[in-house]
């Protein structure tokens, strides 16, 4: 344990000096697709599986320290999943079948190390917590939870406040993501 703190003390310190002139907020819209695969159980003897993927948007706001790290919070949002009733093993249920829409909801809080690939292109990571939600229909039923979200992402900086990327995370929740990213730095 004294080792891992004293290598995140030296990276931090490290990374102050490397970019301490970059620092301030920053403002993200993103755009892509989300994938979820889950199961949620209902007390009606059965479960709603869902495994579809979906448009989704995101807005974030962030703070950069310095060049090397920064942190985000971001609000997600993906609709119309494809969520279907699924009998639990060795269990009688009804022999029709249940397709509703699910929405999922993501709230989620990362540190975000980067590493500079030149003067205007940053390669980075994603690395905190999510809360996910999923409202399932009038039938079958939702499901939340927090998980442990990781990812990544490469951005172009088109002007000193304006920048492009792609970036993708996941999390245990079986949540895949892939989006197109605006940034703007202020």
């Not at 060049?67 to 985000?72: A, L, P, T």
């Not at 993906?78 to 269990?91: F, G, I, M, R």
């Not at 990362?110 to 990571?125: D, E, F, I, K």
Request: hydrophobic share 40%; aromatic share 12%.
């Amino acid at each position: 344990m004294k080792r891992l703190a004293a290598v995140l003390a030296l990276g931090l310190a490290i990374s102050g000096t490397l970019g301490a002139q970059e620092q301030g907020w920053f403002v993200t819209a993103q755009a892509g697709v989300a994938d979820y695969e889950t199961t949620q159980k209902t007390g009606r003897g059965f479960f709603g599986e869902t495994d579809d993927d979906s448009f989704a948007w995101a807005v974030g706001l962030g703070y950069d320290f310095n060049r090397n790290i920064g942190v985000r919070g971001m609000f997600e949002r993906s609709t119309d999943h494809a969520t279907t009733n699924l009998c639990p093993p060795n269990a009688v249920c009804p022999a029709i079948l249940i397709r509703e829409d699910t929405d999922f909801t993501n709230w989620s809080v990362v540190a975000m190390p980067r590493l500079p690939l030149g003067s205007r292109t940053n390669l980075y990571g994603t690395f905190g917590l999510q809360y996910w939600d999923a409202d399932g229909g009038p039938q079958l039923p939702g499901d939340d939870d927090v998980e442990f979200l990781f990812g990544g992402g490469l951005e172009f900086s088109l002007t000193p406040h304006l920048a492009i990327g792609g970036e993708a995370q996941a999390s245990a929740a079986d949540y895949l993501a892939g989006r197109f990213v605006v940034r703007y730095s202020f």
